[in-house]
């Protein structure tokens, strides 16, 4: 009996094997392709910054930002009630310590002025009618002297005449002795009027202290009504500039009531504010760089305020006494306060969006700056513009410092 036998088609089968060996390498090709275009990207060169790591001295930096104020500055005030006459300078004019600012009026401080002046010439005119009617009771008691002067020679020339006459009978003793007695007594009063000239005096002099002491005490008023009206002329007091002029033409004025501001212009420090988080790194004598846009200036830490305003700290920095023209008062200025100094360490000019004291991955750049691959780095403390790196790169290598977070790739190719 015959078998039927099936024929082979090996052509067929290779066919098969061929379609199914193309379909497995158009995957793979697809499935590589996929992988690189997930794994790698290209940038153009100008689309990109780059850095270089360096090695040195990086000083640590708190940047702040503020102004510049008067050192110096007076704040001017009415001493009485009165009325703005006339405004003769506006905020921001230079000003000497003569130089006027407003002209007040108060007319009852001139009628005061006129009063005490009167009072005091009373008084002047009472001291001349003293001193010459000292004079004239001087004058009665010397002549009173000059009299009893006058009856004591006499008492004495009629004692002496006595005497002789006495042994001879002429004159009684008892007459005698009522010369002698008279001459005695004339004596006395003139012992006694010397004396009293003598207390008068002291009495004159005392008398022209007290009248000399309410001259002085009535000067003394009308100097002190003169002075509220000379401080009707507003004037500077110093050398500076006129920061603020509080009043208006024809306004009235309580006393005590601001007029002006005054501040040095020379003498200047700065008041700068500083993150809150920063501020522990702050020390009193510590250097600062002012920046005026135009000039740098180096001050030094010399107060640090306790209070924390609108997550800040203000920080005061005093300033050289020759400062450049472009330092003024009010201007507004930046800040760098260098904390420390790293001695001898690595760092880079800090990337976008990075935080000191973290890691972080970077494309470094090959020699040729071709190809870059991502590596982690270790930061280190920020200082201004740099951030120092404590692993991960040495000197000399370069890395890509834009912010590339969104590139999901792990190599990057630069055109």
Known sequence: MDKIKAKITPNLISKKH??????????????INFNNSINHKSLARKDILIANVQQGDLEITVDGYGSLKSANLQLITTLTKATVKQILLKPGALVNK????VRLENPELEQLVESAQQQLTQQQANFRQLKVNQQRELLNENASIAELNALFQTAKLKRSAQQKLIVDGIVSQLS???TVLNEQ?????ISIAKQRIKQLALVHKEALNIQQQRINQQQGQLNIAQKRVNRLTVTAGFNGVLQRLSVELGQSL???????????VSDLIALIKVPQTQAQQVALDQKVIIDTRQDKIIGKVVRIDPIVKDNTVTIEISLPKNLPNSARPQQNIDAQIIAKTLKNTKYIQRPANVQAQTKVSLFQLN????????TVLTLGEKASRFIEIKNGAQVGDTFIISDLSNYKVKKLTIN
């Open 18 to 31: 061929l379609v199914v060996l193309a379909i497995m390498l158009l995957l793979t090709v697809l499935a």
């Open 98 to 101: 003569n130089s006027i600012i």
């Open 176 to 178: 005698y002795q009522q």
């Open 185 to 189: 007594q004339l004596q006395q009063r």
């Open 254 to 264: 309580n006393a005590g009531q601001e007029i002006a501001l005054i501040g040095s």
């Open 367 to 374: 020699s040729d700056i071709t190809q870059a691959k991502k």
